[in-house]
């Protein structure tokens, strides 16, 4: 069963209301740990203009100093994910008392902006970059030219020019050196255009080390499909079942008051925190 949802049983009830404590208590702490500043950043345009950010790492080391004081849980511990834009920090843990096992899984979503650093050389690199990116363009229509020209003029000394795709294809099939001397003549341009490419990824590299992130999100409470759906937000969910089939009227009283305590431990564990 989920905690959150309504039930008439009384030891669900007492639950629901350390839950919501517990999910207050976290929000609050979220909205504590992701404030917002305010950086200089750099469109691609060049333009200059102020962005709204957080330190998602406050949040992550949240997680992991929650993550050390649950001492009488299991977890797997603090993990991270990322998906394009969207990344997202979270931990889930148990509580296993006999057949009765208690889950959590908490998860921070936020998004990432890619802006560049304002820095002028930028200019000059993206300038560097277009003037690269025509020398290409030439050099390809060259490499594409020379070695059309190359092939008729070779297939006409060898008397060959008149030839159907169907004969030009069996022609180069029987005849690979021919096609060897072709490679070998507009090898010269491909180096050029080699050199121009690797120049062209090495100042894709500088604007990527130029590139810095900022991010967005909403300390609100999320449930598990708008988490799914990229939704920025805190997920909190807990879930109470049992091994076999969980029956509420069949928990033992002695059960009930361990995970209530349990609950408690878990809600002073956040208030610490705050």
């Known amino acids: 069963m989920q905690l959150g949802l309504q039930s008439d049983d009384m030891f669900i009830q007492k639950l629901n209301l350390k839950y919501k404590q517990f999910c207050d208590l976290l929000l609050l702490s979220i909205k504590?740990?992701?404030?917002?500043?305010?950086?200089?950043?750099m469109l691609a345009d060049r333009t200059i203009q102020k962005q709204n950010t957080f330190d998602p790492m406050k949040i992550y080391n949240f997680f992991k100093l929650m993550e050390s004081q649950l001492i009488n849980f299991s977890t797997n511990g603090t993990c991270t994910s990322n998906n394009d834009d969207t990344r997202r920090i979270f931990i889930k843990f148990t509580k296993s008392l006999h057949s009765y096992i208690l889950s959590a899984h908490i998860s921070f979503q936020y998004h990432v902006l890619l802006y560049y650093k304002p820095d002028h050389i930028i200019s000059e690199y993206q300038t560097e970059l277009n003037e690269l990116s025509n020398?290409?363009?030439i050099s390809k229509n060259n490499i594409s030219a020379k070695g059309n020209s190359i092939i008729m003029n070779m297939l006409q000394k060898l008397g060959y020019a008149n030839l159907t795709n169907q004969e030009l294809f069996e022609f180069f099939f029987n005849n690979p050196h021919i096609i060897d001397k072709i490679e070998n003549k507009i090898k010269t341009e491909e180096k050029i255009n080699n050199q121009i490419i690797h120049?062209?990824?090495?100042?894709?590299k500088k604007l990527d080390n130029l590139l810095v992130e900022m991010y967005s999100t909403s300390p609100i409470l999320i449930d598990e499909i708008k988490l799914t759906e990229g939704e920025d937000g805190i997920m909190c969910n807990f879930h109470l079942t049992h091994k076999k089939n969980l029956t509420l009227k069949k928990i033992p009283q002695t059960i009930q008051n361990k995970f209530l305590v349990q609950f408690d431990k878990l809600i002073y564990m956040i208030k610490n925190q705050i």
């Open 199 to 204: 120049q062209e990824k090495v100042l894709l």
């Open 32 to 41: 504590n740990l992701s404030q917002i500043s305010i950086k200089q950043v």
């Open 135 to 137: 020398k290409s363009k």
